[in-house]
């Protein structure tokens, strides 16, 4: 029974923390294609700095929604497979 509980709590903390790293990893990908983006659309928008911030928030949003709904369809089929 210990053993059994010792091998969940094991198998957990291994997932936990592997998707904790992950999500450091993404936050950081995430800081980069910020800049990217700002600094794209600012060019391109140049004359009103206010449509800019407003375009990279849309575009930063659509993109992380993307995201979102991809992983959680990888992970939905996951869960079914198992």
Known sequence: MVLKAAKKFNEELRKNM???VIAA???VIAFAWRD???EYVND???VAPIHSKLISAILVT???VIGIVLVSFIFA???DNK
């Open 44 to 46: 391109l928008t140049s």
């Open 77 to 79: 089929k996951k869960e």
């Open 18 to 20: 592997h998707t904790a």
């Open 36 to 38: 990217v983006i700002t």
């Open 62 to 64: 659509i993109i992380a």
């Open 25 to 27: 990893f993404s936050l």
